[in-house]
């Protein structure tokens, strides 16, 4: 079945610094790819839209210049948070979906940021 | 405003017990799915059901769309169910999730 590719799973990091969260499409072309975070015991909340070679459309609140998006091949898509601070710590996930074949998203397993 | 609202926000079941999860949505809502959430994090998509039933095993999918509403029903629940289970539509905006809990 259609695998997705998340890393790092987790990360800790430095006030101020940016940090990279990749996403892989590994055995499809994801034509679209979706970043969320998700708070402790909460909903995931979408916070961009990618379709490959074009800019992310970004949900309502959410900073585009500080979360950066990219999303430049079929099976690549990037999530830079950039200047981080320890609220932006948080889990982040990433779903993949393709026109080709069945509809369907597969999710990767996340990533838990930890800003300090 | 909310698109899509999940009742119970909560749910505890003895194993073996059946349970029903229910996802109203408004007019703007297409294609609704439900996915499930595992207690490590991992998402699954469970079933892609603009309308209509779909069956996969113990679990199965009702929507209608013409009342907004999807129902997924777990019988004979196991441990392995337990996690949060959420209804998105084709937008993959979701809504607030079902912390499902099984007890052996």
């Known amino acids: 079945g259609a695998v997705v590719s998340q890393h790092p799973s987790w990360v800790i990091c430095k006030s101020g610094t940016s940090v990279k969260i990749e996403c892989r499409s590994l055995?499809?072309?994801?034509?679209?790819m979706f970043w969320y975070r998700q708070f402790p015991k909460q909903s995931l909340m979408l916070m961009a839209t990618s379709n490959e070679g074009s800019k992310a459309t970004y949900e309502q609140g959410v900073e585009k210049d500080k979360f950066l998006i990219n999303h430049a091949s079929l099976t690549l898509s990037t999530l830079t948070v950039t200047s981080a601070h320890p609220e932006d710590s948080s889990f982040y996930i990433c779903?993949?979906?393709?026109?080709?074949?069945?509809?369907?998203?597969?999710f990767g397993s996340g990533t838990r940021l930890t800003v300090v | 405003g909310i698109q899509v609202e999940q009742s119970p926000p909560d749910l505890i079941l003895q194993e073996g017990a059946n349970s029903t999860l229910r996802c109203n949505f408004s007019d703007s809502v297409n294609n609704l799915q439900w996915f499930h959430q595992n207690p490590w994090g991992q998402l699954i998509n469970l079933f892609y059901?603009?309308?209509g039933t779909k069956q996969n095993g113990r679990l199965s999918a009702t929507t209608v769309a013409t009342e907004r509403y999807s129902l997924l029903y777990i019988s004979s629940s196991q441990t392995t169910d337990s996690g949060v289970y959420f209804c998105?539509?084709?937008?993959?905006?979701f809504g607030a999730g079902t912390r499902l809990t099984v007890k052996p």
């Open positions: 059901i603009p309308s």
């Open positions: 779903s993949a979906s393709s026109t080709q074949g069945p509809i369907g998203y597969t």
């Open positions: 055995d499809f072309q994801a034509t679209t």
């Open positions: 998105a539509g084709r937008d993959m905006r």
